[in-house]
């Protein structure tokens, strides 16, 4: 995943990990592996990515999703941490379920983190899944959050620079409303029960929207509504209670964890009357300043202090082990 022409909003968070790994003074070299072209760019990856490592002078392979890990990990020559991201280990559910050829993939990941030198999980729900001689060199750690880029600005300034109106509540909805995983259905029916008590309340979808203009999607409405079925460290949510937003979630990845002691910031069934009565107090609650305070310990800052002391202790271990062999 890596943000491009074709799909500008695709990884943002890796792009920003990277970055605020280089304003710690790590050299930083990138392969992007399009997978989402075709599963054949992952085979063809395979001597690239062996070629780039035998050719550099790195210290650590920090790998990001399932997929690649499999066309990285043939490469063992450098210590390796693999980036799950959630649907990589707990499958990818669809209208009807997970799939069989996602349990497949699931299955085939968990065994390959037994590979790699250490594993990073986004949460402790995906940490659980994986073998236990796995989870000893997993580390729980969440993307980083922009503060300065999320913070909450003035709501009329946003909307004027959007061109929408004035007033009015709305509701947001950020993600793919056609992936079944981020269960729009449900926002839908939830908004729209709760547009019967509140004629003035919208639902405004957000998908397609650039990256760039995320943070005043997010200024411009009332709450966010995150419904979905599975993921791993939302960083929608995360950036939402940067922004102060209140927010009505369903209980998946870390969500539960980050809400604790957040006042409007609401967990609840995927219930449809459960989210419509969580959304109408959040609208109520118009701001949630304990968000913010809740999710500043993962700043990009202090997530790429925690990453390089991760890439320290790898290698230290990698090097120790291939001493005894």
Known sequence: MWPDEVRPYYGSFIRSQARSLMDRGLGVDLI???????KAA????????ARRID?????VVHVHYGHTAVSSLLSRATPTVVSFCGEDLLGAPRANGITFKSRLEVAIFRQVARFADATITKSKEMAQVLPGSVQARNHVLANGVDLDRFQRRDRAAARAELGWEPTGEVMLFLGNPDDPRKNVELARAAAERVTRERPGARLF???GVPADQVPVVMNASNCLVFPSKSEGSPNAVKEAMASEMPIVATPVGDIE?????????????????AFADAIARALDAGISCAARAAVE?????AVAARLEAIYTDTIHHAHRRQRVQ
Do not use: H, K, M, N
Request: aromatic share 16%.
């Open 32 to 38: 992007y592996v399009r997978g989402f072209e075709s």
């Open 42 to 49: 992952y085979v063809s990856a395979i001597p690239r990515i």
């Open 55 to 59: 050719s550099g002078d790195y210290d």
């Open 205 to 207: 979808e957000a998908w």
């Open 257 to 273: 964890e980050r809400f604790q002691g957040v006042d409007d910031c609401f967990v609840r069934a995927p219930d449809t009357g």
């Open 297 to 301: 310990p993962l700043s990009v800052a």
